[in-house]
């Protein structure tokens, strides 16, 4: 049973580019969020996708956007990237958007803006 | 901002030892979950504990929350070098849907 798959592992971007992040939720699941997380700090939620949607976001600027598929991938969007947005992104995935739901993190992938 | 805050931030034990670790939150959760991390992985599910429940155990792991102290501890028993990693709690706010707030974690090491 695959867990929570992502990709690109590593990649290096230039300021002012953009980006997109893949991610595959763990089988049987509906439900992908994001996560940004800094060096040496907690992740922090950026959106959750259910049933297509964009269903809750955290405080992100609209340079982060996303899109999920009829098959529940996901892929995380970021536009005129800043040095600042370096940081490993992390995919989630559970079943539902329901409170109580074990979510399965991947493995990341981490972002170096240059 | 963090919704929850771990203590200590770094903690170095031998192993063998049992280690504990703390999270402080603010505003009223619908449960709580422990992840860890080792460096620069992802993070790995540990235990949930629901806001209804006051401890949970999970093999060598102990959980306790205290809704009245808005706190939540992570016990490691006889703890081994493979337990070396980051600790994080991650609280569900009500009325959020399953959006999770981490604190900045423990650093946790442990010596052979």
């Known amino acids: 049973d695959a867990g929570v798959t992502q990709s690109p592992t590593h990649l290096i971007k230039t300021r002012g580019q953009q980006v997109t992040l893949r991610c595959s939720p763990k089988s049987g699941h509906d439900t992908v969020s994001w996560y940004q997380q800094a060096l040496g700090q907690g992740p922090q939620f950026i959106f959750q996708y259910y049933e297509e949607e964009e269903r809750q976001r955290g405080n992100f600027p609209d340079r982060f956007s996303g899109h999920q598929f009829p098959n529940y991938s996901s892929e995380l969007n970021v536009n005129a990237l800043l040095l600042g947005d370096s940081a490993l992104y992390l995919c989630?995935?559970?079943?539902?958007?329901?409170?109580?739901?074990?979510?399965?993190f991947g493995e990341g992938s981490w972002l170096t803006v240059v | 901002s963090q919704q929850g805050e771990e203590d200590p931030q770094a903690l170095s034990i031998q192993e063998g030892e049992n280690a504990t670790m703390n999270c402080s939150y603010k505003t009223s959760i619908n449960n709580l979950q422990w992840y860890r991390q080792n460096s620069g992985r992802g993070l790995v599910h540990l235990i949930l504990i629901r806001s209804n429940e006051r401890e949970k155990h999970s093999g060598r792991l102990r959980v306790t929350l205290d809704t009245s102290k808005k706190s939540s501890s992570l016990l490691i028993t006889a703890s081994r070098a493979a337990d070396t990693a980051s600790y994080f709690c991650a609280t569900d706010l009500r009325f959020t849907g399953n959006q999770f707030y981490f604190g900045t974690g423990t650093s946790l090491t442990v010596i052979p």
């Open positions: 989630a995935s559970s079943l539902a958007a329901v409170s109580g739901n074990t979510i399965y």
